[in-house]
């Protein structure tokens, strides 16, 4: 056939017949793709940032070691609800989990927010991209023989997505609290501003953007009407979310960096590496 549609020229191009997109029932096409672009560049640029934020996140979640500079918190440890918390002036600082807790209050808390991120939509195409091949980018073969998708263990449980956001929207407005925190000055006085202040607004208005442009929030906000006219608050709602949606990956990549950015900015002033700079 001239759309090399015949299951048996697969295998006569020296293809083997297998599973995959070289099962018999696909069409033929001898050549992995025919894509003529760098496709893997931008797979290979999501591993590595993931990667990098994985190897930091993880260094900073077990060094249990500024992360606390009054009036400043990193959002790797806030809440804090274990008793080793270093003391925190007004901050959430809840002694949930008593003495016996010894490791770093962190592994407490960021389940939640990198829970949220790896059920994520967006992310889930990242990383399936990124480090599984699966695919490895638009029109390039599938290299794994079988695909079963979401519906077997261990992935299924990709669906926790919905419940996750209601953890995240928690988590936000904690670290939005934190955030108004940082209008004190290290003796716990109102109405000043410091470098740090700016840090924790930038970094909270993101999260809370790449937070309401998730994917659940738009189903919770407009999921289930019938007729959008007879609800014309949740429509407007609704559209607002969607703006944001449109923009999620670009929001989900922000958040992130500027997660760690905060939490980096942190660590250097309670480290001593060099003091907040006060406006006023």
């Not at 599973?19 to 591993?47: C, E, M, N, Q």
């Not at 740090?196 to 993101?206: E, F, P, Y």
């Not at 790449?210 to 007879?230: A, E, N």
């Amino acid at each position: 056939m001239a759309t090399g549609t015949d299951p048996r020229s697969a295998t006569a191009a020296g293809v083997p017949a297998q599973g995959g997109v070289h099962h018999p029932s696909r069409a033929a096409i001898p050549a992995r793709h025919l894509r003529a672009d760098r496709w893997w560049l931008a797979p290979a640029a999501t591993a590595a940032g993931l990667f990098a934020f994985v190897v930091y996140s993880t260094w900073r979640a077990f060094a249990n070691d500024d992360y606390y500079a009054a009036p400043y918190v990193s959002p790797f440890y806030s809440p804090c609800i274990a008793q080793n918390c270093v003391p925190m002036k007004g901050g959430a600082d809840w002694h949930v989990f008593g003495a016996w807790w010894g490791l770093s209050p962190a592994l407490l808390i960021l389940i939640f927010p990198l829970g949220f991120r790896l059920t994520c939509y967006y992310y889930r195409k990242a990383y399936y991209r990124g480090f599984w091949a699966s695919p490895p980018a638009c029109a390039v073969a599938e290299p794994h023989a079988k695909y079963s998708g979401e519906t077997r263990f261990p992935l299924i449980l990709q669906n926790v997505h919905r419940y996750f956001f209601y953890f995240a929207v928690i988590v936000a407005g904690i670290l939005t609290y934190d955030a108004a925190l940082g209008f004190r000055n290290a003796r716990g006085e109102w109405g000043h501003m410091g470098l740090g202040t700016l840090v924790l607004l930038a970094n909270i208005a993101l999260i809370w953007a790449y937070t309401l442009s998730c994917h659940s929030c738009r189903h919770i906000v407009g999921g289930r009407i019938r007729t959008f006219s007879k609800h014309p608050v949740r429509y407007r709602m609704w559209g607002w979310v969607s703006a944001l949606n449109a923009r999620h990956m670009q929001l989900a990549w922000a958040s992130l960096i500027s997660v760690a950015a905060a939490d980096f900015y942190v660590y250097l002033v309670a480290s001593g590496v060099f003091d907040d700079p006060r406006f006023f």
